[in-house]
C-alpha cells in the first residue's frame, strides 16, 4: 500500500524558515517523481514544486521561486521542501504527491497518490 | 499558465439524483504522445485529494463506477449517475499535458 506520510509544518513568524518532510513507503520512491501541492485556508489547490525522480530536475511555482528549495534522498525514501523568507500568503496545508512517471517540467503529469497534509502556518 | 474553469461552483443535489460537473480547458489537453492528461480528483471534508479519474475516463482502483469522465480536447465532463451521501466534498479538475499542471477552482458537492 502506497503511503505519503508528511511532517515539519507548524507556526512560524514571517521571514522565518521551516523545512517539509514526506516520508514514502509501498512503492520504488527513486522510480517516481514527485510534488508538493499546497491548499491555503478554504481555497483550492495550487502546485508548488516538483522534482524528478533521480532529483536532477527540479520546477517550481513563481511563487515560490528562490524562496524554497526542493530536494529527496532515495536511500531514505524521503522528499524534503526547505521553505525560506515565509510570507503570510504561504499559509497553507502542504501536501506531497506521487507522479506516475520519473520524468518531470513537459507534462504528461498525474498525481496518483497524495498524503494526508501537514499545515504550515505564518503569523506573526 | 493553462487556465482551468470548472462550473458550477456549488452543486446542491438530492440523494440518488445524477450530478454534472464541467471543467474548461483554456487550451486544448492533447499532449503530443496522443494522450490527454485531464484529472479528477475528490476531497471529502477534512481529507487530502483523491485521484477518481485519470486520462480523461480511466476511473482509478476502487472507485464506484456511478463516476464517470468523458470529453475532449478544452471540454470535460465529471458526471456522479447517482449520488450517495459519501460523495459530499470538493471536486477538482486538473490539467497535466501543458508545464505547470493547473487545477479548476473546485466544485462543492453538497446533499440537498
Known amino acids: 500500500e502506497v503511503q505519503l506520510l508528511e511532517s515539519g509544518g507548524g507556526l512560524v513568524q514571517p521571514g522565518g524558515s521551516l523545512r517539509l518532510s514526506c516520508a514514502a513507503s509501498?512503492?520504488?520512491?527513486?522510480?517516481?517523481?514527485m510534488s508538493w501541492v499546497r491548499q491555503a485556508p478554504g481555497k483550492g489547490l495550487e502546485w508548488v514544486s516538483g522534482?524528478?525522480?533521480?532529483?536532477?530536475?527540479?520546477y517550481y511555482a513563481d511563487s515560490v521561486k528562490g524562496r524554497f528549495t526542493i530536494s529527496r534522498d532515495n536511500s531514505k525514501n524521503t522528499l524534503y521542501l526547505q521553505m525560506n523568507s515565509l510570507r503570510a500568503e504561504d499559509t497553507a496545508v502542504y501536501y506531497c504527491?506521487?507522479?506516475?512517471?520519473?520524468?518531470?517540467?513537459?507534462?504528461?503529469?498525474?498525481?496518483?497518490?497524495w498524503g494526508q497534509g501537514t499545515l504550515v502556518t505564518v503569523s506573526s | 499558465d493553462v487556465v482551468m474553469t470548472q462550473s458550477p461552483l456549488s452543486l446542491p443535489v438530492s440523494l440518488g439524483q445524477p450530478a454534472s460537473i464541467s471543467c474548461r480547458s483554456s487550451q486544448s489537453l492533447v499532449y503530443s504522445d496522443g494522450n490527454t492528461y485531464l484529472n479528477w480528483f475528490q476531497q471529502r471534508p477534512g481529507q487530502s485529494p483523491r485521484r477518481l479519474i485519470y486520462?480523461?475516463?480511466n476511473r482509478d482502483s476502487g472507485v464506484p463506477d456511478r463516476f464517470s469522465g468523458s470529453g475532449s480536447g478544452t471540454d470535460f465532463t465529471l458526471k456522479i449517475s447517482r449520488v450517495e451521501a459519501e460523495d459530499v466534498g470538493v471536486y477538482y479538475c486538473m490539467q497535466g499535458t501543458h508545464w505547470p499542471p493547473t487545477f479548476g477552482q473546485g466544485t462543492k458537492v453538497e446533499i440537498k
Open positions: 504527491a506521487k507522479d506516475s512517471e520519473s520524468f518531470i517540467g513537459v507534462g504528461a503529469i498525474t498525481f496518483d497518490y
Open positions: 522534482i524528478s525522480a533521480s532529483g536532477d530536475s527540479t
Open positions: 509501498g512503492f520504488t520512491f527513486s522510480s517516481y517523481a
Open positions: 486520462k480523461v475516463s
